[in-house]
C-alpha cells in the first residue's frame, strides 16, 4: 500500500524559501501524478500544484505562480515543492497525494479521486 511522507516545513520569515518533500514508500511513484495541497486556518484545503507521472507537465493555482515550482525524482520515489518569495498568506498545512491518471500526461489540481494522502507538514510565514 502506497504511504506519503511529507517534511521540509517550518517557520521561515516573509521573503524566504522552503522546500517540501514528499516520500513515498510501498509502490512506486512514476504510476501516478501528484498533487500538492494545502489548508489554512479556517479555509478550505486547496489543491496549489500538480506534476505529470513523468513530470512532463505541471500546473499551478494563481497565487503560487511564478514562486512556486514542483519537480519529482522518480528513481528516489520523492517529489518536492520548492517554496521561494514565501508571503503570510502561504501559511497553511501542506499535503502530497496521488492518483493514478488515465492518461500518463494527466495533471489537475481538482482530481476526482486521490489513492493517497500524506500526513501533512505546517509551514508558517510569519516576522
Known amino acids: 500500500q502506497l504511504q506519503l511522507v511529507e517534511s521540509g516545513g517550518g517557520l521561515v520569515q516573509p521573503g524566504g524559501s522552503l522546500r517540501l518533500s514528499c516520500v513515498a514508500s510501498g509502490s512506486s511513484l512514476d504510476q501516478y501524478t501528484i498533487v500538492w495541497f494545502r489548508q489554512a486556518p479556517g479555509k478550505e484545503r486547496e489543491g496549489v500544484s500538480c506534476i505529470s507521472r513523468n513530470g512532463g507537465r505541471t500546473q499551478y493555482v494563481d497565487s503560487i505562480e511564478g514562486r512556486f515550482t514542483v519537480s519529482r525524482d522518480n528513481a528516489k520515489n520523492t517529489v518536492y515543492l520548492q517554496m521561494n518569495s514565501l508571503k503570510p498568506e502561504d501559511t497553511a498545512v501542506y499535503y502530497c497525494?496521488?492518483?493514478?491518471?488515465?492518461?500518463?500526461?494527466?495533471?489537475?489540481?481538482?482530481?476526482?479521486?486521490?489513492?493517497?494522502w500524506g500526513q501533512g507538514t505546517l509551514v508558517t510565514v510569519s516576522s
Open positions: 497525494a496521488v492518483f493514478r491518471p488515465v492518461l500518463s500526461w494527466s495533471c489537475t489540481l481538482r482530481p476526482d479521486s486521490l489513492d493517497a
